[in-house]
Structure formats: structure tokens, C-alpha cells
T-cell receptor, first 115, second 114 residues
Framework: DQQVKQNSPSLSVQEGRISILNCDYT??????FLWYKKYPAEGPTFLIS?????DKNEDGRFTVFLNKSAKHLSLHIVPSQPGDSAVYFC??????????????FGKGITLSVRP | NAGVTQTPKFQVLKTGQSMTLQCAQD?????MYWYRQDPGMGLRLIYY???????DKGEVPNGYNVSRLNKREFSLRLESAAPSQTSVYFC?????????????FGQGTRLTVV
């Protein structure tokens, strides 16, 4: 039973255009959401996060939107660059966890940015 | 500043063999984690240690044991390896004062069980 779903396995966009990566969740106890980026042969790296008390968080070219009623979040990358080509994982955590990074991950989306 | 260091980077085991994956962090983080990544499955939490002296099961703990040796080190042991444990294993750590959920990951250990 997947609690964090990334239903599109891949996305290809042109350099300079917007990339929109989607994520859905089912567990109502989740109250904090994150995006991680992963290059081949490396560990994931933290990209951006959002608390459930907000509906938007922006950091440079990256913006995460949260729609709690729909249990949906999305990551927007504008403008997309070839260096953004990587696997992006959506992750979520619930406040009851004792460890602050006990995360539930989605399957990941492979983003390819074409020059 | 090395961050999170995992050893070994690659390992091939025969079914039934045992081994320990080592992880060390130099960021003075309280919490440490072991995840596994399988194709099409994302990352799944095996065990975690919220603080030195404590360990807890994650989503997929069967077949594994862990030891929080000290604040820096968190090892993962496979007592009797099975082909289903073929995976990429990631150790991670997180600490107070960071954003909630911001974990730092090692480069991974690619384990093949034949």
C-alpha cells in the first residue's frame, strides 16, 4: 500500500521551459513534505520542503505547491536546465515520528532536460 | 568534511553469507537511518536510530539487524543474505537545527546476493 505516489515515471522537457513534477499522498498524518534529487551513483540530496500549514514554498528556481484537500503536491522548476536532469523523489513525514527524518518516499520521477 | 561515509561501495555475497555495512557521519547528528532502494520502489526505511543508544524498525526490517555503535556510527548487518536483499543501501543522518526531514545521505552500497 503506497502512501506516497509518483505516478509518472519520467518527464522530458526543453531547456528553459517549466518542469512540473507531481506527487500524491494518502496518509492524512503526513504533515511535512520534501523533494530530494538524485544523480546516478550518488546519494539523494535534499532540495526543498513544505509544511502542511503552507501552500507554497519557493527557493530560487524551485517552487513546491501543496494542496492538502487533494492530498497533492507538485514541484515546479523554472527555467529548467540540463543540470536538473536527475531522479526526483517526493517524500513525506508525520509528526508522531521520533526521528525528524523518518521519511516515506515515492518511487521517483526521472527528469530529462533537453538542450 | 566527509559528511556520511559508507563502506563498502560494492559487494557480492553468496546466499547464506553474512556481512556488515558500515556507516559513519561527522556532522554530530543525533539521528541515523538505513534505507534500501530497489528499481521501481523508491527508498524504503529499514531501521533508524533517533539518538545514540536507541534503534527502531522501519518499513522493511526483516532479515536485518543494526547497531548504533556510538553517535557517529550506525551499522547494518545481514546475518544470512538472500537474493531478495540485492539492492542499493543508503545510510543517512539528520540533526537538530536543520530543517525537519533534511537528511544527508551517503553514496550508497550496491549489494548483489547470488
Amino acid at each position: 500500500d503506497q502512501q506516497v505516489k509518483q505516478n509518472s515515471p519520467s518527464l522530458s522537457v526543453q531547456e528553459g521551459r517549466i518542469s512540473i513534477l507531481n506527487c500524491d499522498y494518502t496518509n492524512s498524518m503526513f504533515d511535512y513534505f520534501l523533494w530530494y534529487k538524485k544523480y546516478p551513483a550518488e546519494g539523494p540530496t535534499f532540495l526543498i520542503s513544505i509544511s502542511s500549514i503552507k501552500d507554497k514554498n519557493e527557493d530560487g528556481r524551485f517552487t513546491v505547491f501543496l494542496n492538502k484537500s487533494a492530498k497533492h503536491l507538485s514541484l515546479h522548476i523554472v527555467p529548467s536546465q540540463p543540470g536538473d536532469s536527475a531522479v526526483y523523489f517526493c517524500a513525506a513525514s508525520a509528526i508522531y515520528t521520533g526521528a525528524n527524518s523518518k521519511l516515506t518516499f515515492g518511487k521517483g520521477i526521472t527528469l530529462s532536460v533537453r538542450p | 568534511n566527509a559528511g556520511v561515509t559508507q563502506t563498502p561501495k560494492f559487494q557480492v555475497l553468496k546466499t547464506g553469507q553474512s556481512m556488515t555495512l558500515q556507516c559513519a557521519q561527522d556532522m554530530n547528528h543525533n539521528s541515523m537511518y538505513w534505507y534500501r532502494q530497489d528499481p521501481g520502489m523508491g527508498l524504503r526505511l529499514i531501521y533508524y536510530s533517533a539518538s545514540e543508544g536507541t534503534t527502531d524498525k522501519g518499513e522493511v526490517p526483516n532479515g536485518y539487524n543494526v547497531s548504533r555503535l556510538n553517535k557517529r556510527e550506525f551499522s547494518l548487518r545481514l546475518e544470512s543474505a538472500a537474493p531478495s536483499q540485492t539492492s542499493v543501501y543508503f545510510c543517512a543522518s539528520s540533526g537538530q537545527g536543520r530543517l525537519r526531514g533534511e537528511a544527508f545521505f551517503g553514496q550508497g552500497t550496491r549489494l548483489t546476493v547470488v
